[in-house]
Structure formats: C-alpha cells, structure tokens
C-alpha cells in the first residue's frame, strides 16, 4: 500500500464515521496526506485529519480520532491505530499491505513516482541564458544542472513544460565582443572593457578561416563581421558544451528577433492601454512604483534607443502570448534587484505576479581543490567554465553535486571528494546501490533463481525489520518527486536517494537474498529478489529525473 492509497483509506473511513454520526461530510478535503513519523515506534503513517476536521464538524479532536481508528482499523492492510496527543491517528500496515508496494515499483517502472499534480499548468522555463560572449562559466553550469532537473520533475508531475534559453545577441556587451575579436585578430590588446582569455583568439582565428578577407574591411565592417560570425561560433560552442551536459532547450529565443519583429513597440503599445506609460525627459517610461518597484523604469531612451529591461517587458509578452500561464526565469546571485521591476512590470501588463512570473535566483559556486578555490580556467582565463567542472570531476558527479543543494545556498565542491570512489561522495553511493542492485539481479539470474511471476509474490513474508524501513523509504518517492516539483527543489530528491540508499545498505546487510551454496531458494529469497528490484526502479528513476546515470556496474 502507497502512502497515496492509505490517504485515500484514511478519507474513506473520515466520510463513513461523519456519514454514521450525521454530520457534514462535505466538509472532507478532495485529499489528504499521511507522513512518516520521525520515531518509527510511533507507527508506520501519522494522519493530522481528526485535527482538521474537529472544529469544522464540532466535535473534539480526540473523540473524532477515536472514532475514526475504530473505522480505520476494519480497512484491509491497516494493523492497527493509536490515538496521540491531542487527536493523531498513528496507523501500522500489515506486513502483507507494506510488502505488496514491492510488486507495485516493479510493475511500474518507470512510470513509478509519476503522477498528473500539476495537470493542466503550460510552464515557461528559462535556465542559464548566457550571453554568446564566452563559454559558460560555473554560476550557469548550476542553472544548466537545476533547470534540467527541475524540467523533468515538472514533466513527471504533469506540467506542459517548455525550456527556453535567451540568446542575447543584442545589445552593448555583443559590441564588446566584437571589438575584442577583431582586436585579437589584429593582435593587439583586448579594449579597456573587452574580453580576454585564450578563447577570444580561438574564435578570432576562426572568424578569419570563415572570412579571410575581413581585415581588408574597415574596422566598422570588420567588426560587424566579427559580430555576426563570432556570435554564431559563440552560441554553437555553448549549445555543443550543453548538449554535451545532456542539456538541450526545446527553444532557443533570439534577442534580435524581439526587436526585428517590433515586439518591442508590441509590449509598449499594450502597457500604454494599461494606462502605466508617461513621457518625461524626452524618454519614454514604465510607472513600475504603482506596483512595489523602488523607481519606474525607462523603456525608450531620449535619443530613441531601447532598453534592455524594453526588450525584458516584450520577451515577456512574447512568453504569456505563446500561452504559458506561468512563466519562471531562473537568475544569477547578482540579479536579486530584477525581482521587483519584473513583478510590478508582470503587474503593469495585468497579470497576477504571484501566479504568472517566478523568478528564482542561484547563489554563488566554487570549484575547491586542496581546500583552496579553483579561479582561473585553462581558456576563458577569468572563470571556472562548464569544461572545467567536467574535466574535474565528471557529468554525472557535476550534475549531482549541482542539484543536490537547495539554489538559494551557495556551495563549495571540493573536487576530492566528488572524484573519490567510496561512500563519502554522495552520487558514488547512490549510483553504488543502482549498480549493487543490478549486479544481485544479475547474479542470481546465473544461478538459475528468480523473483517469480507476480501471482507467486509474497509480500506477507517481508517483515523484517529492515525491510519495513526500505519499504516505508520506497513508498515515499512519489511524494517527494510531488513536492519537489512544486517547491523548485531538485535537492529533495537528491537527499532522498541517499536516505534511501542507506536504508537499502542496511536491508542488504541484515537480509539475505539469494540462498548460500546448496540452500534451498524460498519464497522469502524470491519476495526479497522483489524489493531488491524495487530498490532499483526508484533509484534508477529517481537519478533519472537528476539526469544522472544509474549505472548496471561500477
């Protein structure tokens, strides 16, 4: 039995007592949770429901649990039920009903932990965005690993997602770029505000192999063509470095675009209806204080330019009118002064900022190495890149380490311990019991023995005290892949595949599964063969939803 169904007993037996007594069942909930006691004394489920409903129906919370643990107790599975405190319902399984959910993993698959809680919600979800003006530096890699996880847990749970990356090919910085490679290409020093690092050459020469021809123009030319081809090769290296992260966006979103369409004077033309426009300076502005910003906001310059928050409001715009409800943009730790003028403009354009725009901001990462910060990286000469946290320690162990931390934290990735191969780096040993599980499989394949059609299960055989606590960790999976979508927290499910590895280690320490020599192979062996099954599907889809491997061998 899923935590899932015994919440649906626990509202059955609610409605059958309100029903028995003549109260108002529609005061139910349309569902309710039960949660693991953190003293496994005090049952295997804890219920709040007698709490939640006394007042509601005028019945005092410890009668009304009463009521409902005799009514609880009659439903298959359900061993017994104990009233605590001031109304808590601590529920016990039978062996029988905990030991089934094995069989259930197994049937599932992959489909275990699945389930349709954000049904009907189109998300907009924008991750890493870097600018094409040097490879992705490790502040992005931490995006391109959260964003990728967060997409598939809200896939998993239902959502129509679309991930999307801005590509800023506009605008100042892109000018900078293209000044500092047609500088290396003259070889002279990069501009006072331009860019180095051995990547700038690289490209430069590129360019150069393109056009051989591009330092017979002008410089106003030639730096065009540096612009336009350096650009390109930019963003081709950064999707290249990304796919190779086993990152890919469903749609890359030219800034430029925005303003060759005229989106731009679109988002204008629609915010000036809303009433929130006024002309002062010779500049055109957004009254972004009616709605919490510290200042309103210049969209048009005096001298007609746009701004880059202009294009901010369009590119919006352009996100709600493609038919996202929801749009979440994911930041850098020095993007914390965007949220404001990004909620009061969702606000200016008529939309709910609580429901439409979420904006989530990443704090800082280091690379350490021998208890120092790594600085310097070996090309772009400023920044850890992407390629260095790969060639540091791998993508399996960046991704992990990057979405195992809650994104509002900054972390320290010390390249030690996530390069050793023993129990003290967090994905060795969760990707050990994938690989553990496999290989007990495997072997006992070898020796002629298998778990056994599902009729043959004997899931009553499965109480041991260990196997209980694997069970209980097992059953909670979809649970938490439920809220780590709706909270944004990846990590929840990084933790969790490591409580859930030592509850495993210990089941596998404490019981035997496949028989010793010329043992005789019992139901029990083939009903542990199942939970050892089961401990691989979750874990498998658990590392899945991380874009992690869970590998057959290590």
Not at 337 to 359: Q, S, T, V, W
Request: glycine share 8%.
């Amino acid at each position: 039995m899923t935590p899932a169904e015994l919440a649906e007993v626990v509202l059955a037996a609610a409605h059958a007592v309100l029903t028995d007594r003549g109260l108002d069942s529609s005061v139910l909930p349309e569902r309710t949770t039960v949660e693991r006691p953190r003293n496994p004394e005090h049952g295997d489920y804890a219920s709040t429901l007698a709490l939640q409903l006394s007042k509601k129906v005028g019945v005092p919370p410890r009668d009304l649990a009463g009521a409902l643990a005799e009514q609880l107790s009659k439903a298959p599975g359900v061993k017994s039920v104990e009233i605590a405190g001031p109304g808590f319902l601590n529920i016990r399984l039978d062996a029988a009903a905990a030991g089934q959910l094995a069989r259930t993993i197994v049937e599932a698959g992959a489909d275990y932990g699945r389930s349709e809680r954000l049904a009907g919600q189109r998300i907009n979800l924008e991750f890493v965005s870097a600018n094409p003006t040097g490879p992705v530096h490790i502040g992005g890699v931490r995006w391109a690993a959260v964003g990728d996880a967060l997409s598939r847990l809200l896939r998993a749970t239902g959502a129509d997602v679309g991930t999307e990356y801005y590509f800023n090919d506009a605008g100042s910085q892109i000018d900078r770029f293209a000044r500092s490679l047609l500088a290396a290409a003259k070889g002279e020093p990069a501009p006072e505000d331009g860019y180095g690092g051995a990547y700038i050459a690289e490209i430069a020469a590129e360019v150069q192999a393109r056009r051989p021809d591009v330092l017979s123009l002008d410089d106003a030319a030639a730096q065009e063509v540096f612009r336009v081809e350096g650009v390109t090769l930019m963003f081709d290296e950064i999707r290249s470095s990304l796919r190779d992260f086993g990152v890919e966006f469903d749609t890359y979103f030219n800034e430029k675009d925005l303003h060759d369409r005229g989106e731009l004077d679109l988002a204008l033309a629609r915010l000036r209806e809303q009433g929130h426009i006024f002309e002062a300076d010779g500049a055109t502005w957004l009254r972004t204080t009616e709605f919490g910003d510290d200042k309103d906001r210049v969209l048009r310059k005096s001298n007609g330019e746009w701004t880059y928050f202009a294009a901010d409001c369009a590119y919006y715009l352009d996100k709600r009118e493609r038919g996202f409800e929801r749009v979440v943009i994911m930041l850098g730790a020095d993007h914390h002064g965007y949220i404001g003028r990004m909620k009061a403009m969702a606000a200016c354009f008529g939309d709910d900022p609580e429901h439409n725009l979420e904006i989530l901001i990443g704090q800082l990462v280091n690379l350490v190495r021998d208890g120092a910060p790594v600085r310097m990286s070996k090309r772009a000469g400023t920044v850890v890149t992407l390629e260095d946290l790969v060639e540091a320690i791998g993508v399996d162990a960046s991704r992990y380490a990057l979405a195992r931390y809650s994104s509002d934290s900054p972390i320290d990735l010390d390249v030690e311990l996530w390069t050793k191969a023993g129990n003290e780096n967090p994905v060795y040993y969760v990707q050990y019991v994938a690989a553990r599980t496999a290989n007990l499989s495997r072997n006992a394949a070898d020796v002629g023995f298998t778990r056994g059609d599902a009729a043959g299960f004997r899931p009553e055989l499965l109480d041991h005290e260990k196997e209980n606590e694997l069970l209980k960790a097992l059953a909670e999976f979809p649970a938490v892949v439920a809220a780590a979508a709706e909270l944004r927290a990846p990590h929840r499910v990084a933790r969790y595949l490591e409580e859930t590895a030592g509850a495993y280690h210990r089941f596998y320490d404490s019981c035997r599964i496949i028989p010793r020599g010329d043992e005789e192979i019992t139901d029990l062996h083939r009903a542990r063969l199942w939970l050892n099954d089961a401990t691989r599907t979750v874990v498998a889809n658990g590392l899945r939803l991380l874009g992690v491997s869970a590998p057959e061998r290590m």
